[in-house]
């Protein structure tokens, strides 16, 4: 462990969290008693449960936090981890409010946590595990289509979603909405085109967004664009390896990638083939000795290259006071969960470097878990019912407009004009929308409120603001 290791904190990663949260209430005109129930976490189940491994029974430490019920379901992640604890459950379940809120996805925040290192378990037995996990769920009544709704975060994936989804379906059957009862599903298991990808892609979105303002990036020293920036990724996850493909499709260069086992950096600085570098990765078991690179024994240095984006993408709290002023980047976009400390960022602002809040740039991923869910309980899938129409108006009109005015338009032409939208078109579209519309939001407030003086406190506000609202129209405060 190096690169994804923390160094410790003066504060908890909740502590760290509910300060951030107290600098933007401060920047609020709400009531003390309505700003505390925002923060408060409604509801904690921590359980302890056995299950046979070998010969032997283990004792399985697991959570599932409900920060907030002002919206329902509640919604989050389930993470599978050595270092899950009750204090980071409830970190990250607050940060699935205030990121639902922003990116006007209709739920309450939560988060899951078992803590095993998923590596140290067979499939067998990982999958006995998330069983047992979802029963005790059930059992609680911490588990629905209207009442919670897990889905994957570190550590877990589609897989273990087609477990949750198959234990849930068996102790509720005749439930027609039952399969929206978790989100991140594999696709033949009514999952949604696109969800796999959302994280890193809504990452991509949200970073073009915020560097495509001129004079904030002439405050930088940057011209605006993503293309030609030089970015380094820390993390080759679903987040971090989606991240770097998105970002170098559109023309940046990852010069610099880090990973547990080390780092590799670009001397050409014209950026990797990202995805020859994930094959080699999975070919070799190591992101070292990648044809070309330089190799950096010690990951977390990584994220001290000279570049103008870092992306830290694995976990929280890897940057931190000690090594924040030796970072060189000038945009930091948080794909992870609370990678950046009080202390580090602290010194990251003092330095003028722009940091893009985890709860609004990784919004992606709950954005399309939102969809898939409307998917589930809609019955139906996106762009089945239109597809055609869509196809067949478009052509009518090239049509029109070739017998008006007797040009010809290729049958090529017209594929491409007139190609009606698929699923995963129309999920693209619905997340680029909503990252877009939420940037807005935050950046208006940024400008707007004196009291915000950077983007995470703005968007902490725009977040606040929302729920707040919401207590105010549910009539539990007035
Ligand atoms: N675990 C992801 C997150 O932290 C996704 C949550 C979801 O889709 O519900 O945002």
Same mark, same amino acid.
């Given at each position: 462990m190096s690169t994804h290791s923390a160094v410790k904190s003066s504060y908890t990663f909740n502590e760290s969290v509910q300060r951030y949260f107290d600098k933007a209430a401060g920047a609020t005109r709400h009531p003390k008693g309505l700003l505390e129930q925002i923060k408060a976490c409604n509801s904690v189940y921590q359980m302890r449960f056995p299950v046979k491994i070998g010969n032997e029974y283990k004792v399985i430490e697991a959570y599932r936090v409900?920060?907030?019920?002002?919206? +329902?379901p509640c919604k989050g992640g389930i993470r599978y981890s050595e270092g899950v604890n009750q204090d980071e459950v409830m970190a990250l379940a607050s940060l699935m409010t205030y990121k639902c809120a922003l990116v006007d996805v209709p739920f309450g925040g939560a988060k899951g946590g078992i #803590?095993? $290192?998923?590596?140290?378990?067979?499939t067998t037995q990982l999958q006995r595990i998330t069983r047992r996990y979802t029963t005790e769920l059930i059992k609680k009544n911490?588990?629905? @289509?209207?009442?919670d709704v897990p889905a994957p975060d570190y550590g877990t994936g589609g897989r273990e979603m087609a477990w949750i989804l198959d234990t849930y379906l068996t102790f509720n @059957?005749? $439930?027609?909405?039952?399969?929206? =009862?978790?989100? *991140? #599903?594999p696709v033949s298991q009514s999952g949604i085109r696109g969800r796999v990808e959302a994280t890193g892609r809504g990452v991509f979105y949200g970073t073009k967004e915020a560097m495509s303002f001129k004079d904030d990036m002439k405050a930088l020293g940057l011209t605006p664009g993503i293309e030609g920036k030089t970015v380094v990724v820390q993390g080759l996850g679903n987040v971090g390896s989606h991240s770097a493909l998105i970002f170098s499709e559109h023309g940046?260069?990852?010069i610099g990638i880090a990973e547990y086992e080390g780092a590799i950096y670009d001397?050409?600085?014209? *950026?990797?083939d990202v995805k020859a570098v994930i094959k080699h990765r999975k070919d070799t078991?190591?992101? +070292?000795?990648?044809? *070309?690179a330089q190799n950096i #024994? $010690?990951?977390?240095?990584? +994220?001290?290259?000279? =570049?103008?984006i870092l992306i @830290?993408?694995?976990?929280? /709290? !890897?940057?931190?006071g000690e090594n924040a002023s030796r970072i060189k980047a000038k945009?930091?976009?948080?794909?992870?969960? *609370? @990678? !950046?400390?009080p202390e580090g960022e602290d010194i990251l602002l003092d330095k003028g470097v722009m940091i893009l809040p985890d709860m609004y740039l990784n919004a992606g991923g709950v954005t399309v878990s939102y969809f898939e869910w409307l998917k589930n309980l809609s019955h139906v899938r996106f762009g089945r019912m239109d597809k055609r129409f869509h196809e067949y108006s478009t052509r009518n009109m090239i049509d029109l407009v070739e017998q008006t005015t007797g040009k010809s338009v290729t049958e090529k032409q017209k594929k491409f004009v007139a190609r009606g939208a698929e699923e995963v078109d129309i999920v693209r579209s619905g997340l680029e929308e909503t990252m877009i519309f939420a940037y807005h939001a935050i950046r208006d407030t940024w400008k707007r $409120?004196?009291?915000? /003086?950077d983007l995470r406190t703005a968007a902490f506000v725009v977040a606040i603001d929302k729920i707040a609202k919401s207590y105010v129209e549910l009539g539990i405060f007035p």
């Open positions: 409900q920060h907030s019920h002002h919206k +329902l #803590k095993i $290192n998923p590596r140290n378990f067979s911490f588990i629905g @289509p209207a009442i @059957p005749g $439930n027609i909405d039952a399969y929206g =009862c978790v989100t *991140g #599903k940046a260069k990852i001397p050409t600085r014209e *950026g990797f078991g190591s992101i +070292l000795d990648f044809p *070309g #024994k $010690n990951s977390a240095e990584a +994220l001290e290259l000279e =570049c103008d @830290p993408a694995a976990i929280e /709290k !890897v940057i931190h945009v930091i976009a948080e794909a992870a969960n *609370g @990678p !950046v400390t $409120n004196k009291k915000t /003086k």
